[in-house]
């Protein structure tokens, strides 16, 4: 059976601000969202939220998984039950390499025993690499990159690289990529935007949070969703990105009496227990 994420009704703030004021969104496996908006429209603060970032308040609504409600789990257990989220501003940890981070995260999500305070069974390290180099070489990542430190000194693209890694070592059920086009030139969108589609298939179900639909022409989502002042206006297919294309937001704004938003508030730059 296909696991759903429903989000009934959301409301969402930020230190008292309402930023999500009501949003509906179905995602199953197998299906590819876009969700597009303005800077401003609650796109990230959406994201943060729903991988439970406690800088964000949830007002009202419901978000299930599967069936189960997650607004009350932790971070480390939306992520045991499949929930996965790529940051817009990924963080650098010096020291610690990607091949011994991504060991921790997959063995904390896998493990039966990773929450409270018991300890994290560690994937066997024969496994691990073995596993490792397979998603690697798919990738189409050089084995050199495992031995650097997280994010330390990464270039933009290397950085959203080293994320997409990461989504093909936990094998979530669905994926929130947030802003993963951000700051990106051309040719590293490309890159990031092939190697997504390296992943995906009936297992994977995949929230693409844009502004910009330059990254769609190499991800094609099923279902575009426009966000505008905290609520989903209008959803279809590739035909709303094509619109935002050639008109941007300013007629959808004109459509509903929209003002243009303000700058929403920033997220933290990562979650440090959401993959550990």
């Keep these: 059976m296909s696991t759903e994420l429903v989000i009934k009704d959301l409301q969402i703030s930020v230190e008292g601000q309402s930023i999500i004021k009501g949003l509906n969104l179905n ?15 609650g796109k990230s603060t959406l994201a943060n939220a729903l991988m439970g970032n406690p800088s964000y308040s949830i007002d009202s609504g419901e978000v299930t998984m599967g069936g189960e409600d997650i607004l009350e789990l932790e971070p480390n257990e939306r992520a045991k039950l499949g929930l996965f989220l790529a940051f817009q501003y990924p963080t ?3 020291g610690v ?6 060991r921790m995260a997959v063995s904390a999500v896998r493990s039966e025993n990773s929450n409270g305070s018991k300890t994290t069974e560690m994937i066997p390290m024969r496994e691990f690499r073995r596993e490792l180099r397979t998603k690697m070489k798919q990738l189409g990542v050089d084995e050199s990159f495992a031995r650097r430190y ?5 270039s933009g ?14 094998e979530p059920k669905v994926a929130i990529l947030d802003e993963t ?3 990106l030139d051309i040719d590293a969108v490309r890159i990031v935007g092939e190697s997504v589609n390296q992943l995906i298939g009936p297992d994977l179900g995949v929230l693409i949070i844009t502004h910009y639909p330059r990254l769609l022409d190499y991800i094609r989502p099923q279902f575009v969703h426009i966000l505008l002042d905290g609520r989903i206006v209008e959803s279809g297919g590739w035909e709303l990105a094509e619109l ?3 008109k941007g937001y300013d007629p959808i704004r004109e459509k509903y009496g929209i ?3 303000a700058v929403e508030t920033e997220a933290d730059e990562s979650l440090p227990s959401l993959r550990a």
Aim: hydrophobic content about 40%.
């Design 27 to 41: 995602i199953k496996q197998g299906e590819i969202h876009a969700l597009m908006g303005p800077n401003g429209s």
């Design 181 to 183: 086009d951000s700051g």
């Design 244 to 246: 935002l294309e050639g």
């Design 92 to 94: 650098s940890i010096p």
């Design 150 to 154: 997280l994010n330390d000194g990464f």
């Design 157 to 170: 693209g290397e950085k959203k690289r080293a994320e997409i890694l990461q989504l093909a070592m936990l």
């Design 97 to 102: 390499s990607m091949a011994n981070f991504l």
């Design 259 to 261: 003002a243009e938003e």
